[in-house]
């Protein structure tokens, strides 16, 4: 294997391996030389279902957003506006998607998810339940990503989320469609 780096801010990152893609960007294990972070590189690919602004600065009002409400989640450790690049803290465990997959979701994950509903929905905020998101460590279960949006029924837990948090119909599609 080729070793890879990135910098961010002028401090070089070993990518370990991609973790993920998602609609903003490509997630990446990477080391500092001390501690294993995730790294991410927003991408500009076209995504048909969601419209993006700027990005980046997305990210960083988002994360600010989420802070105040107090969502659990990785903390932002360092930002390159320009090279359009974010570290983060790097949450070890399986997300809820790779649980649900092998039938090991812990009951208490949607508790913990509706918990997060009750801090969110007061503020008018939606994020992203898809379970790809979300990562169990020590019996917490943090969202990891920082997408957020205004608050709409239609995407909330219990109308949208919920349906991917077992082995619906609507889970059981993605996941062929994505093997």
Known sequence: M???????????????KLLGKGKGGYSYLACDGNRNVVLKQIHHEPCSYYQFGNKIQAEINDYKCLSKIGILMPVMIDIDIKKERIVKEFIAGKTAYEMI???????????????????????????????????????????IDYECNDYMDEWNFENWGIKYWSKTKEFLDYVNEHA
């Open 101 to 143: 997959l092998n039938n090991e979701l812990p009951d208490y994950c949607i508790a913990q998810v509706k918990k997060m509903c009750g801090l969110l929905y007061p503020a008018n905020t939606n994020i992203d339940y898809f379970p790809t998101n979300f990562v169990l460590q020590d019996g917490i279960l943090y969202y």
């Open 2 to 16: 080729v070793t890879k780096s990135l910098s961010v801010n002028g401090k070089e990152y070993q990518i370990l």
